[in-house]
């Protein structure tokens, strides 16, 4: 399974910005989630999305601002950053789970994607 994150950038603090994920169909029966990296930081879960949307989980620092959401007839998954901060810049990587309920843990992902850069400047 290939992803192709998409949808990075520059921002100003305050701003927004939607990231993009296109996975292949086998990824339509499975969990996605999305994970960042910031420098000298080990890579930290974001959210994540159940196979049908029916549940989703969120990182306490980006709940409220941040929104999950997939479009299965697409294989696309989208994160929506709202009010983002310079703390949230990071390299932004999207994964596909094991099974159909995501979770924190990124041993629950078995495909990820190369990544792509959020940058929030003050």
């Known amino acids: 399974v290939q992803l192709q994150a998409s949808g990075g950038g520059s921002v100003q603090a305050g701003g927004s910005m939607r990231l993009s994920c296109e996975a292949g169909?086998?990824?339509?029966?499975?969990?996605m989630g999305w994970f960042r990296q910031a420098p000298g930081k080990e890579r930290e879960f974001v959210g994540t999305?159940?196979?049908?949307?029916?549940?989703?989980l969120y990182e306490d620092s980006v709940k409220g601002r941040f929104t999950v959401s997939r479009d299965r007839a697409k294989n696309t998954m989208f994160l929506q950053m709202n009010s983002l901060k310079p703390e949230d810049t990071a390299v932004y990587y999207c994964?596909?789970?094991?099974?159909?309920?995501?979770?924190?843990?990124?041993?629950?992902?078995?495909?990820w994607g190369q990544g792509t850069q959020v940058t929030v400047s003050s």
């Open positions: 994964a596909v789970g094991r099974s159909s309920i995501g979770s924190r843990e990124s041993s629950s992902y078995r495909y």
């Open positions: 169909r086998t990824s339509s029966n499975n969990a």
């Open positions: 999305i159940a196979w049908n949307g029916g549940y989703v």
